[in-house]
């Protein structure tokens, strides 16, 4: 079988295995499910702590500890993911095999933890990625090496998090993965085909969300907006806009969309993605190397798929291939 692996690359050191896809998962989306909800994974025995942050709200981090001395990598999480998503464990359960500390911080109102101001996250909410890393693990005494994940809307923010913020202090390289570099251009995309099924799993936890926040949010009309929304721009024209002062869903694209500051990234950061991702069309991925970034395509392996001819994740050690061999 004929590896499906296209790199682009300026870094010689990284050479990844070749991708093998599972070829009974024959396309992006029976990949994509089949990572989500059916591999088989362990889950690892996290510690969590609640955070308390600047402007009085709350986030989650669930840790796996290691050696003191050994490396800390940092996994943001995709849309309403959290430390359970197989993709944290896949990732967290590495951490622990190498000894080395891991930790999910939980955006906003996930991993089953309601935060309590009004609003909840989006793709260029970076605030709380850049409190964590720049001011409370100094505080904590953390001062071994720091690598960053971003998965799917997670990796949108710690784009604009490297880009804008002090990333070049503590981080000494991050992986992006199937993340939305064009919000539009993504929305469009899963506007249309079998896509649009993911949208009903979005909207349905977006509204349970709304329903224990409502009288916080003091918006009647949010919540049948979310109801009918079809589309991720109906989602984001009923909640993501009003809620984080954004005009409507275009307005919050154009502001938010990571293409615009990715010659801003100033770490060696790999961005893995499938060019047959039901999320993220690819005429939107970034190609060849954009300052700092090393793109990854393979030609199938879906939406934080990328399962092998074996069943088992090609992305976990191809990530920590990358952190290992700078």
């Known amino acids: 079988m004929r590896p499906s692996t296209t790199i682009l690359t300026s870094m010689e050191k990284f050479q990844p295995s070749p991708f093998q896809a599972a070829g009974w998962l024959p396309n992006g989306h029976f990949q994509s499910v089949f990572a989500a909800l059916l591999m088989p994974v362990k889950s690892p025995n996290y510690r969590r702590e609640i955070l308390e942050?600047?402007?009085?709200?709350?986030?989650?981090a669930d840790w796996v500890?290691?050696?003191?001395?050994?490396p800390?990598?940092?996994?943001?999480?995709g849309m309403e993911g959290s430390s359970q998503s197989r993709y944290a464990k896949l990732l967290m359960n590495e951490c622990i095999q190498r000894?080395?500390?891991?930790?999910?911080?939980?955006?906003?109102?996930?991993?089953?933890?309601?935060n309590r101001r009004r609003k909840f996250y989006?793709?260029?909410?970076?605030?709380?990625i850049e409190y964590f890393v720049d001011k409370w693990l100094p505080a904590q005494g953390f001062n071994q090496q720091v690598f960053l994940l971003g998965v799917s809307l997670g990796g949108s923010q710690v784009a604009h998090y490297l880009a804008k913020g002090n990333a070049t202090d503590r981080i000494k390289a991050a992986v992006i993965i199937s993340a939305p570099f064009d919000l539009a251009a993504?929305?469009?995309h899963m506007s249309k085909g079998f896509s649009r099924n993911y949208v009903v799993k979005f909207r349905n936890s977006l509204l349970e969300k709304y329903h224990q926040k409502s009288a916080l949010i003091d918006d009647a009309e949010m919540g049948p907006k979310l109801a009918k929304a079809k589309t991720f721009w109906d989602l984001d024209n009923a909640g993501t806009a009003p809620l984080h002062g954004f005009r409507d869903a275009g307005h919050y694209y154009r502001e938010m969309s990571?293409?615009?500051?990715?010659?801003d990234i100033t770490v060696p950061t790999l961005y893995l993605a499938s060019r047959d991702d039901p999320f993220v069309p690819e005429a939107s991925m970034p190609h060849g190397s954009v300052g700092n970034i090393t793109s990854l395509l393979t030609e199938k392996g879906g939406h934080v798929g990328f399962v092998d001819y074996y069943g088992k994740s090609w992305m976990v050690p191809t990530v920590f291939k990358f952190?290992?061999?700078?």
């Open 72 to 77: 800390l990598v940092v996994l943001i999480h």
């Open 186 to 188: 993504a929305a469009d």
């Open 122 to 128: 989006h793709a260029g909410s970076y605030e709380d």
């Open 65 to 70: 500890d290691g050696d003191a001395e050994a």
């Open 258 to 263: 990571a293409k615009t500051c990715l010659k």
């Open 53 to 60: 942050l600047p402007d009085g709200d709350i986030i989650a």
């Open 323 to 326: 952190l290992t061999e700078l």
């Open 99 to 114: 000894g080395w500390q891991g930790v999910v911080l939980h955006m906003r109102s996930c991993g089953g933890l309601m």
